[in-house]
């Protein structure tokens, strides 16, 4: 099962605009770690904030966590076409067995 | 230095058949995992190794499913008696531990079953 749930599913802006996603759970975690897939084969991770954090950020990418409300959304500034892909978040509970959610498909259009 | 690999990059099998597929983690990992996505979805956990040894094998959906990594380094997944609905990309990771740490993943094994 997955417990991480993203929100939008899907997702198309220009480029240079900025994307947003989120990200819900339902257990308590460790960490939440974002990856991104590009056609369908290997995730490359992004970012990973741990439960006592609150924001991180790095490079363009800027992710908050919400451990009250269990949610965490990925920002992502002046996007690139190169950044269309698919976002996954997942959570990790005791030790690092991931649980990813359903995945958000962003097309950046130039 | 060399990432997360994985073979074959693609199978083909018939329904009844037995099917393996290997896994080289990152030089060092400890941890290592198997995890498998169907289209249009996040990829599911099946099974981890601290080492040599399966910690968590909670996530592996039947018998059907096997996983061994013998000397801590390769691992292999073991399907018998493959169903159709076993077909999907099956997805291996490492990491230096299994605390806290970022995934490295290799670029997964896309299984058809007949």
């Known amino acids: 099962s997955q417990q991480g749930e993203e929100d939008p599913q899907a997702l198309s802006i220009q480029e240079g605009e900025n994307a947003t996603m989120n990200c819900s759970y339902k257990?308590?975690?460790?960490?939440l770690q974002w990856y991104r897939q590009n056609s369908g084969r290997g995730l490359v991770h992004l970012i990973l904030?741990?439960?006592?954090?609150r924001e991180k950020h790095s490079g363009r990418l800027r992710v908050t966590l919400d451990t009250s409300k269990k949610s965490s959304s990925l920002l992502i500034t002046a996007s690139r076409a190169a950044d269309t892909a698919s976002y996954f978040c997942a959570t990790a509970a005791a030790g690092n067995k991931l649980t990813f959610g359903g995945g958000t498909r962003v097309l950046v259009k130039p | 230095g060399a990432g997360v690999s994985q073979t074959p990059s693609n199978k083909v099998t018939e329904k009844g058949k037995y099917v393996e597929l290997r896994c080289d983690p990152i030089?060092?990992?400890?941890?290592l995992y198997w995890y498998r996505q169907s289209l249009g979805q996040g990829p599911e956990f099946l099974i981890y190794f601290q080492g040599t040894g399966a910690a968590d094998d909670s996530g592996l959906p039947n018998d059907r499913f096997f996983a061994v990594r013998p000397e801590g380094s390769v691992s292999t997944l073991k399907i018998q008696r493959t169903e159709r609905g076993d077909s999907a990309v099956y997805l291996c990771?490492?990491?230096?531990?299994?605390?806290?740490?970022?995934?490295?993943f290799g670029p997964g094994t896309r299984l058809t079953v007949l």
């Open positions: 030089s060092g990992h400890t941890a």
């Open positions: 257990t308590s975690i460790n960490n």
């Open positions: 904030i741990r439960s006592n954090e």
């Open positions: 990771a490492s990491s230096p531990t299994y605390t806290n740490n970022e995934q490295f």
